[in-house]
């Protein structure tokens, strides 16, 4: 399917049920994608629901397609979240976007020691939609039926304290175990990765205390844009999904 766009208002629809884009999803479908009559979409709600057919009705403000097919498809077990630390630049919504192309259930901001951007009042809100809308466009890129979670911002307390429900692993250069070495064991799994400047020994202690693994990639340091989605890459392969 070429173009798929979401409506996260849709609940439910059934095969012969009309329904419809609005607003921006409808004139970006109409004015730059320049679709017409008869062409077919697919349209998700981000939740798992795709359906698809022919275009039936074609406006700048509105367009509407006929369902002639329909899929839902349950959320993916064990979950994989990233925490991703705040970096400078759009480093860190690079990291996002492309972990979310590559099937990342849910990101979590989080705001390291060694962080050199800081999300501080009005920001937080902002720059948390800012997250949300680049996970939005990459799930549409990459034709997902689950749009991935955006937490709230973390502090480094905060996000040691996740140990207690999720296996956490650390992302860290001078760590002996390597990320492919590992045996899943059906847990949901939490990436941590750090800012440019690394991870304080001060924090990663605090993580290791709490129960979390220090792993790394293997002899290279890459990029915090780069480490967490090569990390998924890894995690893909082992739990089957690649």
Not at 27 to 47: C, D, F, K, P, Y
Request: charged share 25%; aromatic share 4%; net charge negative.
């Amino acid at each position: 399917m070429a173009h798929r766009y979401l409506d996260e208002s849709l609940e439910s629809a059934a095969i012969g049920d009309r329904v419809s884009l609005h607003g921006a999803e409808a004139r970006h479908a109409v004015t730059v994608s320049r679709l017409v009559l008869g062409e077919s979409v697919a349209i998700g709600n981000g939740a798992g629901l795709v359906v698809s057919g022919p275009i039936v009705t074609a406006e700048h403000t509105e367009l509407t397609i006929e369902v002639t097919e329909l899929s839902t498809a349950p959320r993916r077990e064990p979950s994989v979240f990233l925490a991703q630390a705040l970096a400078k630049g759009d480093r860190d919504e690079l990291a996002v976007q492309v972990a979310t192309e590559l099937g990342i259930d849910g990101v979590i901001p989080w705001s390291a020691s060694r962080s050199i951007s800081r999300w501080e009042g009005a920001k937080v809100a902002k720059r948390r939609d800012r997250w949300g809308a680049v996970v939005r466009e990459a799930s549409k890129q990459s034709l997902r039926s689950w749009i991935p979670d955006v937490l709230d911002l973390v502090t480094s307390t905060q996000l040691a304290q996740m140990t207690a429900r999720v296996r956490m692993l650390v992302l860290e250069p001078t760590a002996v175990t390597p990320l492919s070495g590992l045996r899943l064991d059906g847990r949901d799994l939490l990436i941590v990765v750090g800012p440019e400047g690394g991870i304080t020994r001060r924090e990663l202690d605090a993580f290791a205390e709490a129960g979390a693994e220090l792993v790394c990639l293997g002899p290279e340091v890459v990029r915090t844009s780069t480490a967490g989605p090569a990390a998924l890459a890894v995690i893909n392969s082992m739990l089957g999904r690649w």
